[in-house]
């Protein structure tokens, strides 16, 4: 069987930076292997601008922010291999893939990154009552087929769900000549970014109901409308309040699920609130030599986030395969009020100062981020505004860790 | 030409009457008004292929549930369809209900179903560790066992085609008439012309039978809606668990699939329309509830799909299985156990058929095996649908082998692909694009399912 | 005049303070850019366009404007790119339409081999 030292599931932003943060830390013995005919991932089709203002302090398009890296693997001659799918990976590191080409492959790694991404929550998940007409499809869907295949998916549309997928949809549907009746968000906020509400929203006078869901799908063959309610404080659709909005199309951005199938299939360990691995500062799974970055660990809004957060994992990963990855603590990190979960949830080494990352569970104002051990605060921060759509993060230094009593830390938002 | 036998209705029925069929020396057709077969009954129910306890006795269901039952290992093998013999577990929450498992269990015996045991809360949980601390005892059927219902329709389709007989989707039957001894069966297709004709029509068994002037019967839609959850609860029950069942049927069930989902549901529901196919809040409510109340731990946000099935209802209860005319069949009233009779009935089908006066011959060049389009290996290594890992190669296959997929949801039925949990979201846009060239058509043509059910409805200049 | 700044995603509210048709005083921007942009907001909105063209053998390039359009041009602007298609191979940052809207091009945001 071949081996490697390093095998990176995944070469979207994530994978390559994974990549690229190992090769500069030494390791020369890795593989990138992407099921798809090209690296980049999804930013493939995220032709929109709005990438990496913070990695690279300018404002990129999806394909352009995805070019970056891919320069630097190409330049840097790291190997990878195209539209083949890793199928299974064991609990000892061997990892089975398929393509064309080859067949089925298996290779023995030393280190394994995962970074696969993430998957759109599907209507079934909805559970909307009504028919099973054409017409129906996630925004990503529908963003593949008329970004990369230049195929319209409808005239008339409504969009449930005002993540940024939805918003940027929007935008692009009318651009390309559809109306865009409304977009709906059962939450009393949106989960998308302002300025994407300004830019792809208001720019094109397009509706963004909050408070509001589609209750019933309409049309035997194609849609021919849905009915859109107001809901309750409880997120329960008001009798009385029915609307019916004639369209041909309804797109659901109604949230991404990290894609953690092979992850679960070794029997690492999974957060039931991140839906991704549990990992330490390093991004070390419960699997020994097991990393996870990017979208398949927790969902990032922002693409230079998925890069940080690689680069720790790569940088890791080598670390690991170097046998110079230390372990001398064992705390574990727990969300507490209003905070719906925390990355790392483990911390396993007091040399270095650690970010931890958190959503909170509403908007929230005037927010102090406190986080305690058994006894005391340890550490508290201030932010003007959080926002459940928006990650925040808290840097822990050194000697915070090392004044930590017990072996847990939990982090708690106060806000109004 | 004239054809020897016209089946009317593409569903379990038709298809196993089909098969049957295509064993002998006969022109044979199946007429289907919808864009593939299994669109009816057959393709939304809970796919368990019933020991045969429910059924009173004496009856044509209590008949054909056991003997269907038996046939169904060796046809599912035959078909190279997935079937599990997973049993089944009755479940009964107070005192009184014990008689009422007493009851099925002594019926079950009169059926003459194997395999029957009433058993205590203790053992049920031994069985079952997610069975309700509430369940008192259960009716535990080993030899109940589960199908996937339209797996094994079309499988019996494509058998049936590979051997000879015709399928004509998207006709539906308009009027029938009676000609010199042929029938004229006019659709939106054109006419087609039999000798005798099989109404294996579902919810419209009672319209198609009007057409040659029986109004003896009428057929009621009974709605049952469904949740299938991810298979990552796979395990969650291995048998398939019911309630004691009440007047309106067997209530809400829990269990698994051949395909390592978990289904709940139906609910149970007379309505008007024979096209109400919609899920509803309500239904789904109940269903909630219902699983709830029999397992434990059940996760509802695992939902991936909800869907609805309409069962063909007739006042009496039980199939009706009658000859109105000469040379004209009736195989009506088919609801439940009627999957798991399909194979029997379609056994008697052709019995009658040859006290009718039908001469059966057994050809000579019978395939007992089906004809699966061959495909380049190399396809199979390219993967379409990451969910549950359906390849190109396989998709190839279903738009190639008979009965032909042409639309999505016809490849989503053969294959799988699109039926995981991103329910397409990632390989319909390929699935597309492959439905395009295989068929020779514009991606723009191509449909969902039948009607105008476009996927895309036009190009970016 | 309330405002979200577009420019990064702090998306900082902003409030542009008019006096006699002029600008007099613009709060609550967290950086420079967005006054800037509560300026040009003010007298003229711009955006960037993204979209796709189709090459000569059907694929699909995506494109931007290498500047800021004015907003109310982007319906015409894309009038004229999609009239057009490209011919690969397309490197990153090549111009597939000159001058689209002033002095305003349209280049190719990814490889086409
Ligand atoms: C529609 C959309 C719009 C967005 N808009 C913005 C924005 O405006 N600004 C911004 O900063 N961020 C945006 N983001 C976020 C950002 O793009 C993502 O966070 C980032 O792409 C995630 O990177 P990743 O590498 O973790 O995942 P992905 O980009 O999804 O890459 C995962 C890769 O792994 C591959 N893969 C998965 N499983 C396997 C397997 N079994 N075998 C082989 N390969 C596999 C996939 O094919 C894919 O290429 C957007 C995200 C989406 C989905
Ligand atoms: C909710 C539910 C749960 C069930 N659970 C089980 C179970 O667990 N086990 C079991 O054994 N049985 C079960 N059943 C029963 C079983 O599903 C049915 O008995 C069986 O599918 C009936 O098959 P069929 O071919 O008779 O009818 P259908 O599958 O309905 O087929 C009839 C066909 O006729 C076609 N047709 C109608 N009118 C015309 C026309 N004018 N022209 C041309 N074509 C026409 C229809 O399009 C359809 O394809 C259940 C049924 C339901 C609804
Ligand atoms: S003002 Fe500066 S910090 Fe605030 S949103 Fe605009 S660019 Fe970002």
Redesign the interface.
């Known amino acids: 069987m071949q081996t490697k030292d390093l095998v990176i599931i995944g070469g979207g932003p994530a994978g390559m930076a994974a990549a690229v943060s190992a090769y500069g830390k030494g390791i020369r013995d890795l593989l990138i292997i992407e099921r798809d005919e090209s690296l980049g991932g999804i930013l493939q089709q995220c032709i929109h601008n709005g990438f990496g203002l913070h990695m690279f302090k300018e404002e990129l398009t999806g394909p352009e922010y995805a070019w970056r890296y891919e320069k630097m693997i190409l330049d840097l001659g790291i190997p990878f291999k195209l539209n083949s799918m890793v199928v299974d990976i064991s609990k000892d590191k061997v990892i089975t893939y398929v393509n064309e080409e080859e067949g089925e492959v298996k290779i023995k790694a030393k280190a394994i990154i995962l970074a696969m991404g993430c998957r759109e929550r599907s209507r079934g998940a909805l559970n909307i009552p009504g028919t099973r007409p054409a017409g129906i499809y996630t925004a990503g869907t529908a963003q593949k087929f008329i970004n990369m295949m230049g195929l319209m998916v409808g005239r008339q549309v409504v969009i449930l769900g005002s993540g940024d997928i939805g918003l940027i949809m929007a935008r692009r549907m009318t651009l390309e000549g559809a109306s865009v009746k409304a977009v709906c968000e059962i939450m009393p906020y949106s989960s998308g970014l302002a300025r994407n509400i300004v830019q792809c929203l208001d720019d094109f006078n397009i509706p963004l109901k909050l408070g509001h869901t589609v209750t019933k799908i309409h049309g035997k063959d194609r849609l021919e409308g849905v009915t859109i309610s107001k809901v309750d404080e409880n997120r329960r659709p008001i009798p009385g309040t029915e609307e019916y909005t004639e369209c041909d199309t309804l797109l659901l951005s109604v949230g991404l699920i990290p894609e953690n199938e092979l992850t679960k299939g070794m029997g690492i360990e999974l957060d039931g609130s991140t839906r991704g691995a549990v990992v330490d500062q390093n991004r070390e799974t419960s699997l020994e030599g097991v990393f996870s970055c990017g979208n398949v660990l927790h969902v990032h809004d922002l693409v230079d986030y998925v890069s940080e957060e690689a680069y720790i994992a790569g940088e890791a990963a080598a670390r690991y395969i170097k046998g110079e990855r230390v372990k001398n603590n064992n705390i574990s990190v727990t969300a507490s009020d209003n905070v719906s979960y925390v990355v790392p949830q483990r911390i396993t080494s007091d040399k270095e100062k650690v970010k931890i990352y958190f959503r909170t569970k509403n908007e929230l104002d005037n927010v102090q981020i406190i986080v305690s051990d058994c006894e005391n605060v340890v550490y508290k921060a201030k932010r003007r505004k959080t926002k459940p759509g928006e990650m925040e993060y808290v840097t822990m230094a050194e000697d915070v860790l090392n004044n930590i009593k017990g072996n847990e830390i939990s982090l708690k938002v106060i806000g109004e | 030409m004239v054809y020897d036998v016209a089946i009317i209705g593409a569903g379990v029925t038709g298809a196993m009457t089909a098969r049957e069929l295509s064993r002998y020396e006969l022109s044979v057709c199946v007429i289907e008004k919808e864009s593939d077969v299994a669109m009816g009954a057959s393709k939304a129910n809970s796919g368990i292929v019933h020991a045969g306890f429910d059924a009173k006795s004496g009856t044509l269901k209590a008949r054909f549930n056991v003997e269907g039952s038996l046939m169904m290992e060796k046809i599912t093998k035959e078909l190279g369809v997935k079937y599990k013999r997973n049993g089944s577990m009755v479940l009964a929450f107070r005192e009184e209900e014990r008689d009422v498992l007493l009851e099925l269990y002594e019926r079950g015996i009169r059926n003459g179903v194997g395999g029957l045991e009433i058993i205590n809360g203790e053992r049920i949980r031994e069985l079952e560790e997610n069975v309700s601390d509430k369940a008192l005892y259960a009716l535990h059927a080993k030899t109940g066992a589960i199908v996937c219902p339209y797996e094994l329709t079309i499988a019996a389709m494509g058998h049936a085609m590979d051997n000879g007989v015709e399928l004509f989707l998207e006709s539906r039957v308009l009027d029938i008439s009676c000609d010199n001894g042929a029938f004229e069966v006019e659709t939106t297709k054109g006419t087609i012309k039999a000798r005798y004709i099989i109404n294996a029509a579902g919810l419209y068994a009672d319209k198609i039978s009007r057409m040659v002037g029986d109004d003896s019967f009428e057929i009621t839609p009974r709605k049952g809606e469904y949740?299938?959850l991810d298979k990552?609860l796979c395990g969650l029950v291995g048998h398939t668990i019911f309630k004691v069942p009440t007047k309106m049927g067997k209530g809400v069930l829990v269990s698994p699939t051949v395909d390592g989902n978990i289904l709940l549901g139906p609910t149970s529901e007379d309505i008007y329309d024979k096209?109400d196919?919609?899920?509803?809040?309500v239904?789904?409510e109940k269903i909630i509830n219902s699983a709830a109340e029999c397992v434990k731990n059940i996760p509802f946000?695992s939902?991936?799909?909800?869907?609805t099935g309409l069962r063909a209802t007739t006042k009496n209860g039980d199939f009706l299985i009658t000859a109105p005319k000469p040379n004209f069949l009736n195989l009506a009233g088919i609801d439940s156990p009627g999957l798991t009779a399909a194979p029997a009935i379609a056994v008697h089908v052709s019995n009658m058929l040859k006290d009718m006066g039908l001469e059966l011959v057994e050809k000579k060049d019978y395939t007992s095996t089906r004809k699966i389009y061959q495909v380049e290996k190399?396809?199979y290594?390219?993967?379409v649908c990451?969910?549950e890992?359906v390849s190109e190669g396989k998709i190839i296959e279903a738009i190639h082998t008979n009965p032909k997929a042409i639309t999505v949801d016809a490849i989503k039925r053969r294959t799988r692909s699109g039926m995981g949990?991103?329910?397409?979201?990632?390989c319909?846009?390929s699935v597309v694009?492959i439905l395009a060239r295989e068929l020779g058509i514009d991606?723009?043509e191509v449909?969902?399912?039948?009607?105008?059910?476009?996927?895309?409805?036009?190009?970016?200049? | 005049m309330e405002l979200v700044c577009i420019v990064c995603p702090v998306s900082c509210n902003l409030e542009v303070v008019m006096e006699d048709g002029k600008i007099k005083e613009i709060k609550g921007a967290g950086c420079k850019r967005g006054v800037k942009y509560a300026e040009e907001e003010t007298i003229c909105p711009k955006r960037t366009l993204t979209t796709t063209i189709r090459t000569t053998d059907n694929r699909m390039v995506p494109v931007r404007s290498d500047k800021p359009l004015p907003k109310d041009r982007v319906f015409e602007v894309m009038e004229k790119i999609n009239k057009v298609k490209c011919v690969p191979p397309v490197r990153i940052g090549d111009i597939i339409l000159e001058k689209v809207y002033e002095d305003v091009n349209i280049i190719a945001t990814r490889n086409i081999g």
């Open positions: 949740l299938l990552e096209e196919t919609q899920t509803t809040r239904g789904i946000g939902v991936i799909t909800s869907f190399s396809r290594n390219k993967m990451r969910c890992k949990r991103c329910q397409g979201g990632f319909m846009p694009s991606v723009c449909r969902k399912s039948g009607g105008d059910s476009r996927i895309v409805v036009g190009k970016k200049e």
